[in-house]
């Protein structure tokens, strides 16, 4: 049995609101989360992992959107060529809403790049879409919004 702290320190973990969830599902979403924020800490094979084999990623870089499997593949290979250190990471809690047997999760992000002759910072959110599948919740739909705040932002000591 689970204990009440631990569900709430689970939820404190990950910054959910508006929703309940169950301490499993809030484990299992943070995973999730963990996985698809590390596009660029893991290899491109297990990145693809989180997401369900027909997911689907709306950027606004890729209008026609990035569909499937090796579609998701593919941008990852391209994604981890573009430049030399990259950091792409959660920036800030995640809200969830329950639909059925879905969680819409909503989360803000920040992407980094270190180029001598263009540094890039983008902000945005996630709005992710994850399906509980019997391996754990995956990614059935991402659309990015970039919103290009200015963002305060220190790069880790080990990049």
Same mark, same amino acid.
């Given at each position: 049995?689970?204990?009440? *702290?631990?569900?709430?320190?689970?939820?404190? =973990? @990950?910054?959910?609101?508006?929703?309940?969830?169950? +301490?499993?599902?809030? #484990? %299992?979403?943070?995973?999730?989360?963990?996985?698809?924020?590390?596009?660029?800490?893991?290899?491109?094979?297990?990145?693809?992992?989180?997401?369900?084999?027909?997911?689907?990623?709306?950027?606004?870089?890729?209008? *026609?959107?990035?569909?499937?499997?090796?579609? =998701? @593949?593919?941008?990852?290979?391209?994604?981890?060529? +573009?430049?030399?250190? #990259? %950091?792409?990471?959660?920036?800030?809690?995640?809200?969830?809403?329950?639909?059925?047997?879905?969680?819409?999760?909503?989360?803000?992000?920040?992407?980094?790049?270190?180029?001598?002759?263009?540094?890039?910072?983008? *902000?945005?959110?996630?709005?992710?879409?994850?399906?509980?599948?019997?391996?754990?919740?995956?990614?059935?739909?991402?659309?990015?919004?970039?919103?290009?705040?200015?963002?305060?932002?220190?790069?880790?000591?080990?990049?």
């Amino acid at each position: 049995m689970i204990s009440k *702290s631990f569900f709430i320190s689970i939820v404190l =973990l @990950l910054g959910v609101t508006m929703t309940s969830v169950r +301490a499993d599902e809030a #484990q %299992e979403v943070s995973a999730a989360l963990s996985k698809f924020f590390s596009l660029f800490e893991t290899d491109c094979s297990n990145w693809v992992q989180v997401f369900t084999k027909s997911a689907s990623f709306s950027h606004p870089k890729f209008p *026609s959107g990035i569909v499937g499997s090796q579609a =998701l @593949l593919d941008f990852c290979g391209k994604a981890k060529a +573009a430049a030399q250190v #990259q %950091e792409f990471r959660q920036d800030g809690g995640a809200m969830l809403t329950r639909e059925g047997d879905f969680l819409h999760v909503l989360v803000p992000y920040v992407y980094a790049t270190i180029d001598p002759k263009a540094p890039f910072i983008n *902000s945005g959110f996630e709005s992710i879409k994850l399906v509980s599948t019997p391996a754990g919740y995956k990614i059935l739909s991402v659309i990015e919004f970039f919103t290009r705040n200015p963002q305060p932002y220190v790069w880790p000591a080990n990049r």
